[in-house]
Nanobody
Framework: QVQLVESGGGLVQAGGSLRLSCAAS????????MGWFRQAPGKEREFVAT????????LYPDSVKGRFTISRDNAKNTIYLQMNSLNPEDTAVYSC??????????????????WGQGTQVTVSS
């Protein structure tokens, strides 16, 4: 089993920045891709970013490309999401996800079998 714990959420003004962290524990050696998803009230879960096991490959949707950066520190079993130029539409619960299956990088929630509890990000206008 793998456990994921997010941190770093909070309240920020539009145009500001936040950095989220997700620490993995347990069978971390089994983890391949890790990623971030978000869900706003009344909306479906949305893909935000994913990173390969090595950290060398990343994938983003157009909605965050150029503003968000995902990174990975395997020595610390942690991934990060640096979020810049935040706007109120980025308000959501952000959840970390991990896969123990060697898929290619995926935008689909179903490709990830471990999930954190989530951390709230609120962007005020």
């Amino acid at each position: 089993q793998v456990q994921l714990v997010e941190s770093g959420g909070g309240l920020v003004q539009a145009g500001g920045s936040l950095r989220l962290s997700c620490a993995a524990s347990g069978r971390t050696f089994s983890i391949y891709a890790m990623g971030w998803f978000r869900q706003a009230p009344g909306k479906e879960r949305e893909f935000v970013a994913t990173v390969s096991k090595s950290g060398g490959d990343t994938l983003y949707p157009d909605s965050v490309k150029g503003r968000f950066t995902i990174s990975r520190d395997n020595a610390k079993n942690t991934i990060y999401l640096q979020m810049n130029s935040l706007n109120p539409e980025d308000t959501a619960v952000y959840s970390c996800a991990a896969s123990d299956v060697p898929y290619a990088l995926s935008r689909r929630p179903g490709s990830y079998n471990y999930w954190g509890q989530g951390t709230q990000v609120t962007v005020s206008s």
